[in-house]
């Protein structure tokens, strides 16, 4: 179950709950995307997971953007 808890700031929540290793659903990511226009900020904290699912939830945001120094980049 999905926790948001302040952060020691005055916006942004700090995301409890959430393991991105394992594939993170639609619903859980409407649930997410509503905490962040409300909350400016999510903080996702210690998360392991491989490139695969790392570049999966990301495409739940929007198409990623490459980064603008080549060593940083994904491979494919």
Do not use: N
Request: glycine share 10%.
């Amino acid at each position: 179950m999905l926790e948001f808890k302040p952060l020691d700031s005055p916006f942004g929540r700090a995301v409890h709950g959430l393991d991105i290793s394992e594939g993170v659903d639609w619903d859980t990511c409407r649930v997410l995307h509503e905490a962040l226009y409300r909350h400016k900020v999510l903080v996702i904290k210690d998360q392991t997971c491989g490139e695969l699912p790392y570049l999966e939830f990301g495409r739940q945001w929007g198409e990623p953007i490459p980064h603008v120094i080549d060593t940083h980049r994904m491979l494919g």
